[in-house]
Every structure is written in C-alpha cells, then in structure tokens.
T-cell receptor, first 109, second 115 residues
Framework: GQQVMQIPQYQHVQEGEDFTTYCNSS?????IQWYKQRPGGHPVFLIQ?????EVKKQKRLTFQFGEAKKNSSLHITATQTTDVGTYFC?????????FGTGTSLTVIP | NAGVTQTPKFQVLKTGQSMTLQCAQD?????MSWYRQDPGMGLRLIHY???????DQGEVPNGYNVSRSTTEDFPLRLLSAAPSQTSVYFC??????????????FGPGTRLTVL
C-alpha cells in the first residue's frame, strides 16, 4: 500500500555510538522526507531526497535514498544527547503524505 | 513570522461533545493539513487543503470536518467526540501542492483527551 515501514522502533545507544534508522517501501518512491520530533515537541523537517542513489549530509547526519528508490536511511555518527527524539520518514504522493511509525532514539550519557 | 500556530494546547472533552481545533499560518502557504499522532502509529493524515475553499480527505477522516475560508486558517471540527479520538493533533502547512513536495512546517500540537 501507501505506507512506509520504518525500523527499528526503538534504539538505545551510548553517547558517541552511531545510529541508523531505515525506511522501506514495497513500491517505488518519488521522494522521501525525514523529520525529527523531540520528546513533547512537534516534527521538524530535516531533509528531502528525490534522486535515485542520492546521499546528503548535514554535519553528523547522513541521508541516503536507495538506487531502486524503495528504501532510505538516516545515519547519525557519534551520537550526542541532543540527538534524542523520534525520527520519521515520510513519502509524498499526490497531495498526501504517509509517515513511517518512527524510530525513537535514546542516547545514554 | 509566527509560523504555524494551534489552539488550544490541551483539551479534555466528554464523549459526545463537539469542539474546534484552531490552526493558522502566516507564511501564505497554499497547502495545509491535519494529522493525528497515536503511540506506535506515526502521524496519520486526517484532512488537507490545497487552497481556500478546497478541502479533501486524508487517511483517517471519519469523525472530523474541516473548512478553509481563508489562506491563513484551517480549523478542524470534532462533531461528536469519541474516546478513540484521544490523540495529539498536529496542523502543518507547506508551499505548493501536488507533486511539489516542499518541507512541511508543523504547529506545536493539541493534546486532546476524550473521556
């Protein structure tokens, strides 16, 4: 269907360890967006990927779009306590957006 | 710019009561939408609008009504609240519509409890 599957649901890491969340679709995606939601907050846009094989970096965050445009990943290098929150991917189709269920990241100091 | 604003922040209703969640944006965005967020379910689209006078259903529209009389405002109405509508509601807006997938700006949310 239209949904995107996101794994893992939860991830606990020691501060300084790396973190990766994955977003998968059974159908080809025209685009994928990533959002971060801090505890008690609202989703905040991080990035959008539209091209096959695209890789974008934002400081310690690396975003990838698969060659077949059916999956995407967000990788955080050397996590910090400020990275705590839930990371969502979302696909846009027509005028609708479908969000993944999110990955909740806990960083242990 | 205030961005996207929502009122109230918190609300408790009894089953059967009605209420309107308010949403406004000052960025002149064409597209506005309402989502609900439930634990383990991510965000699900309730209704959306691509401009004043134009609204359409999203993934979970039942029990909710919307209207868009101005570019700035997009209220969400619960006609007869049910416990299943207990959730956190987010309003969002973005430039463009259709396949122009610009970033969405989210409001701070309304936490609704229906007893």
């Amino acid at each position: 269907g239209q949904q995107v599957m996101q794994i893992p649901q939860y991830q606990h890491v020691q501060e300084g360890e790396d973190f990766t969340t994955y977003c998968n679709s059974s159908t080809t995606l025209s685009n994928i967006q990533w959002y971060k939601q801090r505890p008690g907050g609202h989703p905040v846009f991080l990035i959008q990927l539209v091209k096959s094989g695209e890789v974008k970096k934002q400081k310690r965050l690396t975003f990838q779009f698969g060659e077949a445009k059916k999956n995407s990943s967000l990788h955080i290098t050397a996590t910090q306590t400020t990275d705590v929150g839930t990371y969502f991917c979302a696909r846009g189709t027509g005028n609708q957006f479908y969000f993944g269920t999110g990955t909740s990241l806990t960083v242990i100091p | 710019n205030a961005g996207v604003t929502q009122t109230p922040k918190f609300q408790v209703l009894k089953t059967g009561q009605s209420m309107t969640l308010q949403c406004a944006q000052d960025m002149n965005h064409e597209y506005m939408s309402w989502y609900r967020q439930d634990p383990g379910m991510g965000l699900r689209l309730i209704h959306y609008s691509v401009g004043a006078g134009i609204t359409d259903q999203g993934e979970v529209p039942n029990g909710y009504n919307v209207s868009r009389s101005t570019t700035e405002d997009f209220p969400l109405r619960l006609l007869s609240a049910a416990p299943s509508q207990t959730s956190v509601y987010f309003c969002a807006s973005r430039r463009g519509q259709g396949n122009t997938y610009n970033e969405q700006f989210f409001g701070p949310g309304t936490r609704l409890t229906v007893l």
